[in-house]
């Protein structure tokens, strides 16, 4: 247990020593880029991935996976910028927007947990309904015309260049570390993940503790939707497509297995920084956009090859070290 | 009913095959008799062909899902395959068909890539196949951004023997890219159910060790089925890029699902182990005709159809996954029952299903 503790804690380090070491390279080809300013825009533009991310990472740490976070995303947008072009009061559309969040965790978490379908399945098929309905909702048509004061708050800063939205999002994803890392029931979920026969055995409530990774996923994203709404300041009926995969490859980045019970939601909101200033990054290197997603995928695959080989190795070297201590342990008998 | 319908979805792939072609049967009974003009033979094919990428490619990701695996980049190599026709062609003035052959090839290596790193560096699929999608994609656009045609435009007016792919039509009926997916079918099932090469990427999912054992090269079977799939993506982007007469680097992007839920619809297990090509051939024709009839006979719009189809995929997984559950707990009774009495455990089809489970459990 020790060692393993040591290595999940180096690898969410590793993942931000990776973010630095990125944030310095490209400071290193164009010295403009080192202002408070352009650091903290890298920051700024992660918030939505940022929420997506760690809805996703509770997922994934139970051992499941949910797809359907970009056509959640999507819908709460709609539903939530529709109802505020409409002038409905901004506290209503925001609980609406989450309430959705959660009916939409609660099916999924339904269909995973008590019906016991395969997860990338049945959230595959649920993104495919939700964003029928965010076409039905909206007839196709783009949401516009938001109230202009709740799209001038995305840019109001708190702490220096950094919004407010980023450090309230900073501020909720280091209380959900400390809670899933530092009480009991926090612990649940990773427990769940690493094995769910054993998790059950030792008495926790595993489908109970899916559910909530579900609903809590869904209402991350739904929040997510909602800073959407204000940042972008207007919704398509694409809104939020590929959000799934950006957040699985964000969660991927920052050290989260997907095999479950292995990660950390800090880790997976630095991917989520890192996904979310690539492009940003790229403009101050000189290339094109148009690198985007090589560049992307690169980083994405070089990470999780070179992670399996050290975990492989790593096993490897637990397993001889076992065998040895067997063998040595027979002798003694003899 | 209930229970007729368990027993039905338990029964396995054959009887779910006939479940399919009811449903086939079902779709033509309605759809025909709502809107006569759905019967049209030259209508029916002219909607399958918008269908055809995702029929060829199916066929091989079946293949991929079998091992245990996923493949999500499959879609990206169509993008790739596509413009890398396109701008070999025109401005680096290859020969149409060199240009077809070199794309094919750069697909099939960025398949034998991703396999590499699936089976030998032991990477999920999910991950690796993903980082995949982005950076095949990410190719494909700076592969586009050689040419001297603006990306968005893409790339057309290619020569005639290159677009006889999409327009000829035998005996005035049935299309020559329907005619290349039958070849593809009948390779595919052969290959998966009739050899041993077949055999070897069943055992490869069902028990990686034992099948390790017995002298399968089961890293080299599992990387086979990505350049596999890879190569089907090739074949399809090419059937694509003559029938639209346009080469783009997005193109198929939306591919993706489409390709899993008829997969997952055809009956292979997203756990590996369990599938079969009839399965996802069926299952690629009822979704094609759902998307052809739905909006043809009840005016939905094609915005809108992602719901029928997502509903249709979420009720069957369930149900299945409902069955699998009832199955695993009487096979795991029968065998504890029948390991009392002394007698062989591994008897029934049931039982050898249950079995399966059990090692892969033990496996994983």
Known sequence: ?334 | MRARLRALLAKGQASWNVMLVSLLVLEFVIFGATNPKFLRPELLFTSLNDSLPVFMISLFVTFVMVTGGIDIQVASLVGLTSITIGVGWQDFSLPIWGAVAAATVLAMACGALSGFLIAYCRVQAMVVTLGGSFLYSGIALLISTLSSTESYQGIGGFPDEFKFIASYRLAGVVPLQFLIYALLLAIAFILLHKTTYGRRVFLSAVNQSAAECSGINTRLVIMSTYVLSALSAALAATVLTAYLGTAKSDLGADLTMNIITVVVLGGTLSTGGRGSIVGTMLASFVMALLRFGLPLCFRISTQHLNIPIGILLVAVIVARSVSAKGLGLTSRLTKLITRRGGADPRGGDSQERGGQRHTREASS
């Open chain 1, 1 to 334: 247990m020790g060692t393993l503790k040591k290595l999940l804690k180096a690898r969410s380090l590793s993942s931000a020593v990776f973010l630095a070491a990125l944030l310095l390279a490209v400071g290193a080809v164009n010295p403009s880029f080192l202002s408070p300013s352009n650091v903290s825009a890298c920051f700024n533009t992660s918030v939505v991935y940022t929420l997506v991310a760690v809805g996703m990472a509770f997922t994934l740490l139970v051992g499941e996976i949910d797809v359907s976070v970009g056509a959640n995303l999507g819908l709460v947008a709609a539903v939530v910028g529709t109802m505020l072009r409409d002038g409905q009061p901004l506290a209503s559309a925001c609980l609406v927007g989450i309430l959705i969040g959660v009916v939409i965790g609660c099916i999924n978490a339904w269909g995973v947990a008590v019906m016991g379908a395969p997860s990338l399945i049945f959230t595959l098929g649920a993104n495919g309904v939700l964003r029928g309905i965010v076409y039905l909702y909206t007839n196709g048509a783009w949401v516009e015309n938001l109230p202009k004061g709740f799209k001038d708050f995305s840019s109001v800063t708190a702490v220096g260049s950094l919004t407010v939205y980023f450090c309230a999002v900073f501020v909720l994803v280091l209380a959900i570390h400390l809670i899933l890392t530092r009480t009991r029931h926090g612990r649940y979920f990773a427990a769940v993940g690493d094995n769910a026969q054993a998790a059950t055995l030792v008495g926790l409530p595993t489908r109970r503790i899916k559910v909530l990774a579900y609903v809590l996923c869904g209402v991350l994203s739904a929040l997510g939707g909602i800073i959407f709404c204000s940042r972008i300041g207007f919704v398509t009926p694409m809104s939020g497509n590929g959000y799934e995969m950006k957040a699985v490859a964000a969660c991927v980045l920052g050290g989260i297995s997907l095999l479950g019970g292995v990660g950390s939601v800090i880790g997976s909101a630095i991917g989520a920084v890192i996904m979310a200033s690539i492009s940003y990054l790229l403009v101050f290197m000189g290339f094109s956009s148009n690198y985007d997603n090589a560049i992307t995928g690169v980083i994405l695959i070089v990470i999780v090859v070179v992670d399996a080989l050290l975990q492989h190795r790593t096993s490897k070297r637990n397993r001889r070290a076992r065998l040895d201590a067997r063998v040595s342990m027979g002798g003694d008998i003899r």
